[in-house]
């Protein structure tokens, strides 16, 4: 098969490029067409007639999306349309890589795929948008959703707190927002999986279990024999512009159908800190 990554440049960007062998993966970044202006998507994509688009690209700065929610809108909705038509006008099959922030957090158990949408911030609405654009342009395109990415080329938690660690006895961290960490690295193999298998449809991808922020961060220093402690703390000692929800965990059910499972993300810490080391 022929890929085309938009985003290539990215976080998990770059672990589709690492990861994916046996087909023919060009990826792109912003310098290479900017999704926001359809003329070059559509360019690169009958330039390059690929079979899969994966799209990875996204503003993903979510205060930044706060303050500046026309750019958000700009690249998260409008670039996901462009992306769409591009594919649909090629014949292209399209994944598009979304978020846990489409959810409002006021669930206390794992959220569905078919649960209704209902972003608290900018970035959110500007993603759950882009969703459902894709699904009307697209009605079989395959919609990712993860959460709390991390790993190796791009600005992530773990080296946060690993950097933070290495000149601090104690920090800090939030302990009332609960998610699951994913490794862009086993996200990037079952994205690989899953186009090989034609998926189609919205599929929840995160690594399984769950935590809060502080329990990550705890984490994260026992693995990398830190001396640093860790103490709990609470969002409203971290103002920060936008809101997050309180609760995103994504249900792994939609994966299972695919017969795929993602590792328990206290394992995946131990292979981001071999990496990174
Ligand atoms: N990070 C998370 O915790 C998280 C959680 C859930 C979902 N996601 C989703 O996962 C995907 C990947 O996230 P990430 O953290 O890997 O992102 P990232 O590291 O911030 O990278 C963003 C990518 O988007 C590209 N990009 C930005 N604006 C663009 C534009 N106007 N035109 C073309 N390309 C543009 C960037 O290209 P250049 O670098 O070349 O400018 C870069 O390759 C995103 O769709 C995001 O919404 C992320």
Redo the contacts with the bound molecule.
């Keep these: 098969m022929r890929i085309l990554i ?10 589709l490029m690492r990861v994916w062998t046996g087909d023919e993966v060009v990826g ?10 359809p003329e070059q998507v559509e360019a690169q994509v009958q330039r390059l007639r690929p079979d899969w688009i994966v ?7 979510v205060d930044g999306c706060e303050l500046n929610p026309e750019l958000a809108r ?3 909705t409008h ?1 996901a349309i462009n992306v769409a038509r591009a594919a649909a006008n090629s014949g292209a099959k399209l994944l ?6 489409v959810f409002d957090g006021t669930n206390t158990t794992p959220y569905a795929t078919n649960h209704p949408r209902n972003p608290i911030n900018h ?1 959110g609405r500007s ?1 759950a948008e882009g969703e459902a654009k894709i699904m009307e342009i697209l009605p079989h395109a395959c919609i990712v ?7 190796a ?4 938690f773990p080296d946060t707190i690993l950097k933070l660690a290495a000149t601090r006895p104690q920090i800090e961290v939030v302990n009332d927002q609960r998610g699951c960490p ?1 490794y ?1 690295d086993h996200l990037a193999s079952v994205i690989v999986q899953l186009c090989g298998a034609g998926a189609e449809g919205i599929i929840h991808c995160t690594n399984s279990g769950e935590c809060t922020w502080y329990d990550f961060a705890r984490e994260i220093l026992v693995q990398a024999d830190s001396m640093t402690k860790v103490l709990p703390t609470t969002s409203d000692k971290f103002v920060r512009p936008a809101k997050r929800p309180v609760y995103s965990v994504l249900s792994p059910a939609s994966l299972s159908a695919y017969g795929v499972s993602m590792r328990p993300w206290q394992q995946t810490v131990a292979a981001y800190l071999a990496q990174r080391s």
Excluded: Q
Excluded at 56 to 61: C, G, L
């Design positions: 938009f985003g290539a440049t990215g976080m998990l960007g770059n672990a792109l970044g912003s310098a290479d067409a900017d999704i926001r202006v799209l990875s690209a996204a503003y993903t700065d700009a690249v998260n670039g598009f890589i979304s978020t846990d922030y970035y993603k959703r993860t959460s709390w990415l991390f790993g080329g791009g600005k992530c994913t862009t």
